[in-house]
Each structure stands twice: as C-alpha cells, then as structure tokens.
C-alpha cells in the first residue's frame, strides 16, 4: 500500500482531483490510500464545497484554511502548514495539480524534506513570466519526479527545457521522468457530462433552453485589475449581446465580482447592468457549467479549464488573453486569442458566426488519463 498526499486548494483542483480520487476508488484501493489536504486558497461555497457534495470527491483529511491574501503571505503560510502535516504523515509521494499558489507551496513544501512531487498538468507554458501561474509551474515542474503532461506541447515544452524523453528509473528529483498521457479534466468532462444532463436546471432557471447564448468567463488576475482591459472586454461583451440580440451568462469569479464597480467607468457599469441581455450569475457548479457549456453557441473566457472543456463539447471559444498554454486549440481553428481586445473580439465572434464545421480532434487522451497516473505511480514511487 503506498500513500499520496493530494494538495488542492483553487476550483480547478478540487474538480481535477475527482479523476484521481474516483480511480483510487474504483481501481486502486487496495494498492493507493489517498490523504487530502485542502489549503483552503478558496473558500465560498459555491468555489469550493459544491464540488466535494457534487463530484464524489472525499472529505479533506486536512483543511489548512489559509484563505485570500498576498501571493508571499498565503503561499508562505500554506508552505508552514504542508510541511508539518508531511513530517506528520510520511506520504510516498505528494500529488500537485496545475500552477496555483497551492501548487508552488505543495512543491516548495515537499522539495524541502525530499518527499518525491507527482505533478499533473506540467509542461504547460504561457512564455509569460508576467503571469503568477507560469512562474508557480515551471518552479513546480523544476523539481517534480514524475511530470504528466496532458498535451504534446506541453511534453515538447519539458523536453525543450532540458528534460529527458527516455530515461531509466529509479526516478528521482535528479532524474526525473516525463510523460505525455492525456488529461484528467477529458476523463471528468467524459465521466460528469451524462450526470450534468439530468442533474441541471440552470439553463431553465436562466431563461437559457434554447441554446443560442453565449457563455463567458472571466477572472485572470490581469484582466480584473487593470482597468483598462476588464473595460474592453466588458464593451465587446455589451456590444455583441445588442447588436447580435442575443444573451451572455457570466458566472462571475468572485475576484471579478468584486471589482467589476471599482474598475468599470460608470456608465459602463451602468449599462451592463442595465442589459437584460447579460446575465450576470454567481460561480456555478461544475455539473452546471458542463450543462452552460455543452448548450452554449460559444465560449469566451480567460480560464485554462473552460477553454478546454470548449474544445471537449465542441464549442468554438474566444480566448481573452494575450497566449495560451493550450496552443492545440488555437492550431485546430476551434479556438481565436483575441486577448482584451474590444475589435479582436467582436471580429472573432463574427468569424465563428460564419464558420460552418470546425475540427476537435482527439488531443486529451482517452478519458484514462487518472487510471495511467495511478499505475506509474504505484510502479515508480516507492
Ligand atoms: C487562483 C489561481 C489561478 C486560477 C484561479 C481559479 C493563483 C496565483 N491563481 O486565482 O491560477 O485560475 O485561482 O479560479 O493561485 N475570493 C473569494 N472567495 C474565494 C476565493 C477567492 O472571494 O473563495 C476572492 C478574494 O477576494 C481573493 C480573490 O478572489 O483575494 C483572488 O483569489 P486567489 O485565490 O488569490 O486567486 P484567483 O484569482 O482565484
Ligand atoms: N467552473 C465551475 N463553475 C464556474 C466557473 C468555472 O465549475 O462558475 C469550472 C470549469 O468548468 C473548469 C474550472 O472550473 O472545470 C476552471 O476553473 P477556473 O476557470 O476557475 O480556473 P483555471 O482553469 O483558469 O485555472
């Protein structure tokens, strides 16, 4: 029997860990126990507990309740009290999901005391050291033993890095192993899309049966702090309801709802607010948003997940950002970056709207990727 100890703290986490927990459960209890701990980096609710009732996913054994706060401070605090629940619990190997503050501390945590790092999602890049999520991934990737890509890319980045693509084990921090081996998030997204169906009631309870809206999201720490951007968003968003009469659910990141008054001018928040034809609804839960996403006309979002999870439900997507890490969306044609750019983004939506058939290869693996991760790991990790 070997022990995990799984880090998660942010939304994306708490829903990514569902893959692994639910193929713990299934396929490897008598050979994995897992121990949880949540950072509590989020804590409202509707980002955090509604995931846990809604997705099977296991009680934390731990909960470190570190909460909001400055990048240095919470990362710092949860960096304390990983380390003393590692000393405490021994685990073979610590699992980090993504590129959040909780995934930088569980790294730093475990590097320290030498307790060998499980990373799934690595190799991503954006290039953009400007984005708090890049430098917390590649600090992650630099010290993790074993490295699940989901893409290709994202194994070319880590080979490119200077990570070997062949090696043999015993791996370690100093001969660490790469793998290319499809997405936890397509298998969630596969396993919760026929629950989402029955369970939902959000797109009635939003006037939304009809399909022809759009769906967007937004909460990438650029976009909801610099005025500047978050207004050219919120124009294009505006625009495209009018002139196009049709309606725009925004479940909006509570970053973004908080700031959404102080970074609008105020006629702009007035007439956003004033738009019966945006919606603007509290974070929904992941059942509902594969119910949004699945009947939504199209996405614009600036949030790695829902721009994927586009792509899984074939959805043309309206990235607001400057690059992306998920390149294979924008190569297929089914993704434009039309970053904070009012024109770029209108002239996308108009591009879409033309667009008869576009392509979503198969790029995320099989819907397996949890059980392959459970396997190398009980092999590899001693
Ligand atoms: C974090 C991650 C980001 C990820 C996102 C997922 C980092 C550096 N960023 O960004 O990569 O895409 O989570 O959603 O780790 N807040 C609440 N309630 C909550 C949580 C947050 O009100 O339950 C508000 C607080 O005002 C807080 C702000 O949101 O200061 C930002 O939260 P934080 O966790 O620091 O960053 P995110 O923007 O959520
Ligand atoms: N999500 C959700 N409810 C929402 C918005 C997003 O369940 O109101 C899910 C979404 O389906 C995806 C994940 O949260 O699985 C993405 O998280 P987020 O956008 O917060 O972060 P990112 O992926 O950008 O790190």
Not at 285 to 313: P, R, Y
Not at 350 to 371: I, Q, T, V
Request: proline share 5%; aromatic share 8%.
């Amino acid at each position: 029997m070997i022990k995990l100890l799984t880090i998660i703290g942010a939304r994306p986490q708490i829903i990514k860990s569902a893959a692994l927990s639910r193929a713990i459960k299934n396929k490897f209890s008598d050979t994995v126990r897992e121990i949880i701990v949540h950072t509590g980096q989020h804590y409202d609710d509707n980002m955090s507990q509604v995931f846990f009732d809604e997705l099977d996913i296991p009680h934390p054994n731990y909960n470190l309740n570190v909460g909001s706060g400055s990048h240095g401070k919470q990362t710092a605090l949860m960096i304390e009290g990983i380390e003393e629940i590692l000393l405490k619990e021994k685990p073979n190997c610590i699992v980090l999901y993504g590129d959040t503050n909780s995934t930088l501390a569980g790294a730093v945590a475990a590097s320290k005391i030498q307790v060998p790092i499980v990373h799934v999602e690595a190799g991503l890049r954006s290039f953009n050291k400007a984005m708090p999520e890049e430098v917390n991934r590649i600090m992650c990737d630099s010290v993790s033993t074993l490295l699940f890509s989901p893409t290709k890319a994202g194994f070319d980045n880590l080979v490119k890095e200077g990570f070997k693509k062949k090696n043999s084990p015993p791996y370690s921090f100093d001969n660490p192993k790469i793998y290319h081996c499809g997405d936890v998030m397509f298998d969630n997204s596969l396993h919760f899309s026929t629950v989402a169906k029955k369970k939902s009631a959000i797109l009635s309870d939003n006037g939304l049966e009809d399909g022809s809206f759009l769906l967007a999201t937004i909460h990438r720490n650029n976009n909801t702090d610099e005025p500047e951007r978050l207004n050219a968003l919120f124009r294009a968003i505006n625009k495209i309801s009018i002139e196009n009469d049709i309606k725009i659910v925004l479940p909006l990141h509570p970053r973004t709802a908080k700031l959404l008054s102080q970074n609008l001018t105020p006629e702009l928040y007035s007439t956003v607010k004033t738009n019966e034809l945006i919606k603007i609804i509290p974070p929904v839960s992941f059942l509902e948003m594969i119910a949004l996403e699945k009947n939504a006309f199209l996405v614009m979002t600036d949030s790695g997940g829902v721009q994927k999870e586009a792509f899984f439900f074939k959805k043309p997507c309206i990235i607001l950002r400057s690059e992306t890490e998920w390149v294979e969306l924008v190569s297929s044609g089914s993704a434009i970056v039309a970053d904070a750019n009012e024109v770029e983004i209108i002239k996308a939506f108009e591009k879409f709207k033309k667009m008869k058939r576009l392509k979503f290869p198969d790029l995320f693996g099989d819907g397996n990727a949890a059980e392959f991760i459970c396997q190398e790991i009980l092999k590899n990790i001693r």
